[in-house]
T-cell receptor
Framework: DQQVKQNSPSLSVQEGRISILNCDYTNSMFDYFLWYKKYPAEGPTFLIS?????DKNEDGRFTVFLNKSAKHLSLHIVPSQPGDSAVYFC?????????FGTGTRLKVLA | GAVVSQHPSWVICKSGTSVKIECRSL??????MFWYRQFPKQSLMLMATSNEGSKATYEQGVEKDKFLINHASLTLSTLTVTSAHPEDSSFYIC????????????????FGSGTQLSVL
């Protein structure tokens, strides 16, 4: 059973607009969440993270929101740029490993 | 951040041959390395966790004899796909950390650049 779900496999957004990527998890004990960005044929790179003691973390154009009661987190990118086109994975920290979602392919249209 | 180097970046081999993938930590001592596999349009699936000097811990459903992991030094771990078949074609990614045991609260993984394996 998938513990971390990204229900939208793809998303297209116009350049300059906001991109919102969503992620749901099943275990309320998870306490640390991350977003990774991945280009084709490359390893993932860390983007932003959030601890369960917060509900928002911001880093430049990237903001992650955490709704613990809904077991939901989202990544907002604003303004979106063509270079943001990639696959985005959310991940939750387990005790000894990270569990990754299925990914959302973001395409930012120029 | 920590630099993790993975080699080769892509490999094509014939069915039945073995392929070795290397993962090196360039600026730190990697006591633990994680090996992932990604099928097209799918998530990163953890295959195994290797601690330097000890046997790797494999995830459920991953064949130990098929995917041999060696972590003999603090800077190098290797994954060998033995007797590769077309269904082993995938993108393999390693990640390394500089400590054993439980993940720290705000720890994040640094990944290698990945290896695309195509078995003909």
């Amino acid at each position: 059973d998938q513990q971390v779900k990204q229900n939208s496999p793809s998303l297209s957004v116009q350049e300059g607009r906001i991109s919102i990527l969503n992620c749901d998890y099943t275990n309320s004990m998870f306490d640390y969440f991350l977003w990774y960005k991945k280009y084709p044929a490359e390893g993932p790179t860390f983007l932003i993270s959030i601890s369960s003691i917060k509900d928002k973390n911001e880093d430049g154009r990237f903001t992650v929101f955490l709704n613990k009661s809904a077991k939901h987190l989202s990544l907002h990118i604003v303004p979106s740029q063509p270079g943001d086109s990639a696959v985005y994975f959310c991940a939750v920290k387990g005790t000894y490993k990270y569990i990754f979602g299925t990914g959302t392919r973001l395409k930012v249209l120029a | 951040g920590a630099v993790v180097s993975q080699h080769p970046s892509w490999v094509i081999c014939k069915s039945g041959t073995s392929v070795k993938i290397e993962c090196r930590s360039l600026d730190f001592q990697a006591t633990t390395m994680f090996w992932y596999r990604q099928f097209p349009k799918q998530s990163l699936m953890l295959m195994a966790t290797s601690n330097e000097g000890s046997k790797a811990t494999y995830e459920q459903g991953v064949e130990k004899d098929k995917f041999l992991i060696n972590h003999a030094s603090l800077t190098l771990s290797t994954l060998t796909v033995t007797s590769a078949h077309p269904e082993d074609s995938s993108f393999y990614i390693c990640s390394a950390r500089d400590q054993y045991g439980r993940l720290a609260t705000n720890e994040k993984l640094f990944f290698g650049s990945g290896t695309q394996l195509s078995v003909l």
